[in-house]
Structure formats: structure tokens, C-alpha cells
């Protein structure tokens, strides 16, 4: 019976989807009329809505639980309230009615990550580097509506532009969610000395610190990329990031067709990606020493091959300056 269950429950997940599919598409326009709208009167990120997706829908599945990020989706003022039930009724229906969850809501996520399953993938990827470190000072860069800082006890500094924090600080306090564990630091990596502003804000450069910079650096100059990293270096910290390759920033794939021209769209294209001609892994390597970093992990998605090079990956460095904690 259970292996009769095992088989059948992801071909009816499907069919219940696909009888469900023609509200979703309406769901779904009016989920992204919406979006762009929001993004084009107010200029706030449109991208930061990937991950909190991801993360809404796991909870909502039970595979992650994220009460904040629950509660923050049903505020979030670019969200349509209408296009987001329609949109993903289909996949909760059928969960409720076979149990079946599937590989792109999964957590932990299980094995090497197509890159269309990037933010699940991250998810579990930036949660378990952050674990053993949550008695460090944590910084997470480039914030975005992340709820990591809300989750669990500790010590936990969010950095992102102006506009961008004020916006989600605004959607917080609608969703009543509390924030005391957490210090707001305004400052753009383009433009601002953001360690500065960091250690003004309370950071202190003596103690132990790990910073948290999830799908940031695609959207940066390698100025900023590089100037960050060395900021991280020289503070003896311990840094987990995600990066495209560079040829995926001109990689014929449909799936990075479709996800470069939607960037564009809503006016935050790719402008950053490092070489991952195989062997990935030693590129990655390199760039991090010439940033004064010492690799300590390298994942990618997609199984690299001699011929095949991957189009993204995460990374966990340390500082080489012997800083590091």
C-alpha cells in the first residue's frame, strides 16, 4: 500500500494541478501586474519576492516552518492577495488531497539543485551554514524581506538600501512581527561605506561574525562584489554567498533566458557572475584568495563535468588573515 501511495501520489498531484492550472494563470498576471506596478511607482525591489515565495510556500506545505514570513506575505503591499491564492491553489489543493510535496518546495532540499530550484536550494544551503554560527555577531547582507533574524535567538544585523529597509521595516510592524533581535543598518554596497555604518550601528569588529549574502552578488558591479568580500576578510569573518557563473549572464538556456529577461524587466539585471570553467570549485578558489578569503565549501547546481561548466553555485569562506574565528 505504500509504495502503491509513493507512486501514485506525484501522478495525481499532477493531474489535480492540471485541472486546476486555467485560475492559476489568472492568478498569476495578476500576481505579476501587480508586482511590476508596485516596482515601477515606488522602485522597491521586485526580485526580493523569490525566496519569500519559496519560503511561504514550504511553510504553507509544512516542510519549513516560517511564521514571520507567513505573516509578512499577507501584508506585503506588491502582493496581490487574489493572484498569490490563485496562483498557488493548485499546488496546496493538491498537497491536501495526496500528501505529495514536490522537489522544489522540499526542505532540506535533497540532492544537486537544477538551477530553477535555486531559492529552495538556498534555503536549505544558508540554514545550515548558519546554524553552528548563531553565537557569532550575524550580518545579513542585502537582506530583502529574509526572516532568518526573526526565526532564532541571536545576535543578528540586516543591511540593505534605504528604500528597500524601510519598506520591509514598514511591512513588519504591519504584520506584527517582532523585531527587537535585530538592528537595521541603511546603507547601499554601491555607494556607502557600509562597514562603517555596520560597526556605528553596534557591530564590533573584535568578536566572532558571519555574514549571510544570499542572491545578492548577480545584481552587483565585481567592484562592490570584491570590495565587500575584502571588508569581510578584514574582519576575520566567515562569509556564505551564492554567485552565477559568468557565462551564464550570456548562457543561451531557456531557463536563464527567461530569468535574464525578467531581471531586465523590472530594471535589475545580471551584472556579475565569476568563471566556473571546470573545475569550478579551484576558479572559486582563486577569486576568494585574491579577496584574502579561504574557500571552505563549494556547492553547485547541476553536476559539473569536464566538458559541462555549472551555471551557479554556493560558497562558505573564511578570512586568510588568521582574523578568522
Not at 491536501?96 to 510535496?101: A, D, E, K, N, P
Not at 575584502?230 to 556564505?240: D, M
Not at 547546481?301 to 588568521?322: L, M, P, T, Y
Request: hydrophobic content about 40%; glycine content about 8%.
Amino acid at each position: 500500500m505504500g509504495l502503491t501511495r509513493g507512486v501514485l501520489a506525484p501522478v495525481l498531484f499532477r493531474l489535480v494541478q492540471v485541472v486546476l492550472l486555467p485560475p492559476a494563470v489568472l492568478g498569476y498576471l495578476l500576481w505579476v501586474v501587480r508586482l511590476l506596478h508596485h516596482t515601477r511607482r515606488t522602485g522597491v525591489s521586485a526580485t526580493v519576492l523569490a525566496s519569500v515565495y519559496t519560503r511561504w510556500m514550504q511553510h504553507r506545505l509544512g516542510t519549513r516552518r516560517d511564521e514571520p514570513c507567513d505573516r509578512l506575505m499577507a501584508v506585503l503591499p506588491n502582493v496581490s492577495p487574489w493572484g498569490l491564492k490563485l496562483a498557488t491553489n493548485p499546488t496546496l489543493v493538491a498537497h491536501r488531497l495526496t500528501g505529495y510535496v514536490p522537489r522544489i518546495y522540499r526542505y532540506p532540499y535533497p540532492g544537486v539543485p537544477p538551477i530553477h530550484h535555486q531559492p529552495a536550494a538556498r534555503t536549505t544551503f544558508f540554514d545550515q551554514a548558519l546554524e553552528p554560527r548563531l553565537g557569532d555577531q550575524v550580518v545579513v547582507l542585502g537582506a530583502g524581506l529574509d526572516t532568518r533574524g526573526y526565526l532564532r535567538p541571536m545576535r543578528c544585523f540586516e543591511i540593505d538600501t534605504p528604500r528597500s529597509q524601510s519598506f520591509k521595516r514598514e511591512a513588519l510592524r504591519r504584520a506584527g512581527v517582532d523585531t527587537a533581535g535585530v538592528v537595521f543598518v541603511p546603507a547601499d554596497f554601491e555607494k556607502d561605506d557600509w562597514l562603517e555604518r555596520l560597526v556605528e550601528a553596534g557591530f564590533d569588529p573584535g568578536r566572532p561574525s558571519f555574514f549571510l549574502w544570499e542572491s545578492v552578488t548577480m545584481y552587483l558591479d565585481g567592484q562592490a562584489v570584491e570590495k565587500t568580500l575584502r571588508g569581510i576578510a578584514g574582519l576575520g569573518g566567515t562569509v556564505a554567498f551564492d554567485y552565477f557563473s559568468s557565462a551564464a549572464l550570456e548562457d543561451g538556456a531557456l531557463i536563464m533566458r527567461y530569468a535574464r529577461t525578467a531581471v531586465r524587466i523590472v530594471g535589475e539585471p545580471f551584472t556579475f557572475g565569476i568563471d566556473t570553467t571546470p573545475p569550478a570549485r579551484t576558479r572559486a578558489a582563486a577569486f576568494l584568495e585574491s579577496c584574502g578569503l579561504t574557500l571552505v565549501e563549494h556547492r553547485t547546481f547541476g553536476r559539473e563535468s569536464a566538458r559541462r561548466a555549472v551555471a551557479a553555485a554556493f560558497v562558505i569562506a573564511r578570512s586568510s588573515s588568521g582574523r578568522s574565528r
